[in-house]
């Protein structure tokens, strides 16, 4: 069965950094892109980025660019989201979620999140 | 990149059928074969119902339908039951190769 684990959310006050980490597991990692979703506690689903299966081509929402570095290790089955100068409206669930992407685009494996909490 | 349009809420009862609109632009929706719709119960993840407009995954219930015309991207849910209260989501490919969600749409069987 596909697994996906995030971790590295928490409290950060304002202006802080956070490498959110999300470790994948039951299906070949490398053959896949990988995307980030982050939910705000009761709002809707925003579409953060998403990474090309070998690492080469990565896509942002334009609200985030410049902010958010999306990566990965394929030897490891791990895909990071480096959030920097992180504001109060970056308070979210950050999902991780396994992204089909060619002929086709959708989301089709879910983590169960990881909560960061901006706030002094 | 703004967000396509979703009613906010829509409502129903057991039985009957319901259609949930997901309006964009001609540089999402309109311009894209690859809409899929989400369904999320509170405090779950978030579940795949239909992907590339109206195909439906595995598992998926032939209640839920999913169409587009123009800029707008449909979801029909027939034969409403009581788990299909959730909050359901489009998403759709644009053509600056990003995605985009809808704002979300609270179903109330």
């Known amino acids: 069965d596909v697994q996906l684990v995030e971790s590295g959310g928490g409290l950060v006050q304002p202006g802080g950094s956070l490498r959110l980490s999300c470790r994948a597991s039951?299906?070949?990692?490398?053959?896949?892109?990988m995307s980030w979703v982050r939910q705000a506690p009761g709002k809707g689903l925003e579409w953060v980025a998403n990474?090309?299966?070998?690492?080469?081509?990565?896509y942002y929402v334009d609200s985030m660019k410049g902010r958010f570095t999306i990566s990965r290790d394929n030897a490891r089955n791990l895909v990071y989201l480096q959030i920097d100068s992180l504001r109060a409206d970056d308070t979210a669930v950050y999902y991780c979620?396994?992204?089909?992407?060619?002929?086709?685009?959708?989301?089709?494996?879910w983590g169960q999140g990881t909560l960061v909490t901006v706030s002094s | 990149q703004s967000a396509p349009t979703q009613p906010a809420s829509v409502s129903g009862y057991p039985g009957q059928s319901i259609t949930i609109s997901c309006t964009g632009t001609?540089?999402?929706?309109?311009?894209?074969?690859?809409v899929s719709w989400y369904q999320q119960h509170p405090g779950k993840v978030p579940k795949l119902m239909i992907y590339?407009?109206?195909y439906r995954p595995p598992g998926v219930s032939n209640r839920f339908f999913g169409s587009k015309s123009g800029n707008t991207a449909s979801l029909t849910i027939s034969g409403l039951q009581t788990e299909d209260e959730a909050d359901y989501y489009c998403?759709?490919?644009?053509?600056?190769?990003?995605?985009?969600f809808g704002g979300g749409t609270k179903l109330t069987v």
């Open positions: 990474i090309k299966q070998d690492g080469t081509d990565k």
């Open positions: 590339d407009v109206s």
């Open positions: 979620a396994k992204t089909r992407v060619g002929t086709t685009c959708y989301f089709d494996d």
């Open positions: 039951g299906f070949t990692f490398g053959s896949y892109w």
């Open positions: 998403s759709s490919y644009t053509s600056t190769s990003t995605l985009v």
């Open positions: 001609s540089s999402d929706v309109g311009d894209s074969n690859y």
